[in-house]
């Protein structure tokens, strides 16, 4: 499975953005998908998974109620709007699929990663 992330770019604070992450292979209908994000000098942070069916999503409390993820599985993409962004959103990120292990009732780890795609909050 590949995945390329893209749509980063600068915004303003209070600002959206929509990010996109599309897969290739055949099972992406079966994979439980996330997004993370990560700033230089800092650990790889969780911000939002979705399962495979998509009825069910889970959000980092730092993000929730601003941002909100979705998958569109006829298309194998994976989507995550931004709203209300801040200066503290700033991070590259990645989306990521295939769910391999769980923690607090959300997948936090996966197996395939794409290569990240950088968001920059201006204040």
């Known amino acids: 499975v590949q995945l390329q992330a893209y749509g980063g770019g600068l915004v303003q604070t209070g600002g959206s953005l929509r990010l996109s992450c599309a897969a290739s292979g055949r099972y992406f209908s079966t994979y439980g998908l996330g997004w993370f994000r990560q700033v230089p000098g800092k650990e790889r942070e969780f911000v939002a998974a979705i399962r495979r069916s998509g009825g069910t999503t889970y959000y980092a409390e730092s993000v929730k109620g601003r941002f909100t993820i979705s998958r569109e599985n006829a298309k194998n993409m994976v989507y995550l709007q931004m709203n209300g962004l801040k200066p503290e959103d700033t991070a590259v990120y990645y989306c990521?699929?295939?769910?391999?292990?769980?923690?607090?009732?959300?997948?936090?780890?996966?197996?395939?990663w794409g290569q990240g795609t950088l968001v920059t909050v201006s204040s």
């Open positions: 990521a699929a295939e769910c391999t292990g769980y923690s607090g009732g959300a997948c936090r780890m996966y197996n395939y």
